[in-house]
């Protein structure tokens, strides 16, 4: 899972339904855009909003139309849930799965710990840890994460937590294992690949592909500088389609840009005009930008 994905959206019609036609075309938009692999049923999936049968049938789709690896969200509160996702997903052709923190109850670092260990234990496919304490209050400490780094199934982390400092204590605390640390926030991109980071699980790259894309490639070359400022550049279109106007902006934006987004479900909302307004100004930028990548 080395480079940039993106936590590839769920295209919905606009009766709600999971629009299997426009997910596969989906896919071929953003591989033709650069991405090197692929994560339905993660947060900007809307997976949450969608039944346990929706989320297998999705990864199915995407395991199927998709020419790079898969990396499938399946973590659920408790751990059964979890365990049949995972299952599920390998079965449907998934290379790796994304496990996110069990949320909902509070939990130590020590049951956090344990619970990875025997989701990892059971898995027929790697674990990928998942932190993103903005939607579940719960986070792992770089030195859980260094500990759990040694199990041979446990083949990486995306960490959300935006927190350049955090994420190089995991990486420090990780070194020494064959761990694949990604950033989610694509807002801090540049950064945390200068920090030892391997790539990045990315909202951004839905709407954006080519710039992550450049991004990773730019710190590849050696360059961490022209990185630095390709993700500087893209910051106001990564915050207005994360934290601003969220899942149903991120799916205006990309419909503007000929992606197949489809529509939010509910509860989500269509924006506004005046969201619109302010999303068409970040296109128009990204725009001028695109052209120099």
Same mark, same amino acid.
């Given at each position: 899972?080395?480079?940039?994905?993106?936590?590839?959206?769920?295209?919905?019609?606009?009766?709600?339904?999971?629009?299997?036609?426009?997910?596969?075309?989906?896919?071929?938009?953003?591989?033709?855009?650069?991405?090197?692999?692929?994560?339905?049923?993660?947060?900007?999936?809307?997976?949450?909003?969608?039944?346990?049968?929706?989320?297998?049938?999705?990864?199915?789709?995407?395991?199927?139309?998709?020419?790079?690896?898969?990396?499938?969200?399946?973590?659920?509160?408790?751990?059964?849930?979890?365990?049949?996702?995972?299952?599920?997903?390998?079965?449907?052709?998934?290379?790796?799965?994304?496990?996110?923190?069990?949320?909902?109850?509070?939990?130590?670092?020590?049951?956090?710990?344990?619970?990875?260990?025997?989701?990892?234990?059971?898995?027929?496919?790697?674990?990928?840890?998942?932190?993103?304490?903005?939607?579940?209050?719960?986070?792992?400490?770089?030195?859980?994460?260094?500990?759990?780094?040694?199990?041979?199934?446990?083949?990486?982390?995306?960490?959300?937590?935006?927190?350049?400092?955090?994420?190089?204590?995991?990486?420090?605390?990780?070194?020494?294992?064959?761990?694949?640390?990604?950033?989610?926030?694509?807002?801090?991109?540049?950064?945390?690949?200068?920090?030892?980071?391997?790539?990045?699980?990315?909202?951004?790259?839905?709407?954006?592909?080519? #710039?992550? =894309?450049?991004? *990773? @490639?730019?710190?590849?070359?050696?360059? !961490?500088? &022209?990185? %630095?400022?390709?993700? $500087?550049?893209?910051?106001?279109?990564?915050? #207005?389609? =994360?934290?601003? *106007? @969220?899942?149903?902006?991120?799916?205006? !934006?990309? &419909?503007? %840009?000929?992606?197949? $987004?489809?529509?939010?479900?509910?509860?989500?909302?269509?924006?506004?005009?005046?969201?619109?307004?302010?999303?068409?100004?970040?296109?128009?930028?990204?725009?001028?930008?695109?052209?120099?990548?």
């Amino acid at each position: 899972m080395h480079g940039t994905g993106p936590p590839l959206v769920t295209p919905f019609d606009a009766d709600g339904d999971l629009d299997e036609a426009a997910l596969r075309e989906l896919v071929g938009w953003v591989e033709a855009r650069g991405v090197d692999f692929l994560v339905p049923c993660g947060s900007n999936s809307e997976a949450e909003l969608m039944t346990a049968v929706e989320r297998a049938r999705t990864i199915e789709v995407v395991a199927d139309e998709a020419s790079v690896p898969v990396l499938a969200g399946t973590g659920s509160p408790g751990k059964r849930e979890t365990l049949a996702a995972t299952e599920s997903a390998a079965v449907a052709g998934a290379d790796a799965a994304l496990v996110v923190t069990p949320f909902y109850y509070g939990h130590d670092q020590e049951t956090l710990e344990t619970y990875y260990r025997e989701v990892a234990d059971e898995s027929p496919v790697p674990v990928y840890l998942y932190s993103v304490p903005v939607f579940t209050d719960t986070g792992l400490d770089p030195e859980t994460v260094g500990r759990l780094a040694a199990h041979p199934n446990v083949a990486g982390m995306k960490d959300s937590s935006g927190d350049i400092a955090a994420f190089q204590r995991i990486r420090e605390r990780t070194a020494d294992a064959d761990f694949e640390l990604m950033v989610g926030s694509g807002g801090v991109l540049g950064q945390a690949l200068a920090a030892g980071g391997t790539g990045g699980v990315l909202a951004l790259a839905n709407i954006a592909p080519e #710039a992550t =894309t450049a991004i *990773y @490639g730019a710190h590849e070359a050696g360059d !961490a500088e &022209r990185a %630095r400022e390709l993700t $500087a550049a893209c910051v106001d279109l990564n915050h #207005a389609v =994360t934290g601003e *106007y @969220g899942i149903p902006g991120l799916k205006y !934006a990309m &419909r503007r %840009r000929g992606a197949p $987004a489809g529509h939010a479900r509910s509860p989500h909302r269509s924006i506004d005009e005046e969201a619109r307004a302010a999303l068409d100004a970040h296109l128009d930028e990204f725009e001028a930008l695109r052209a120099d990548l």
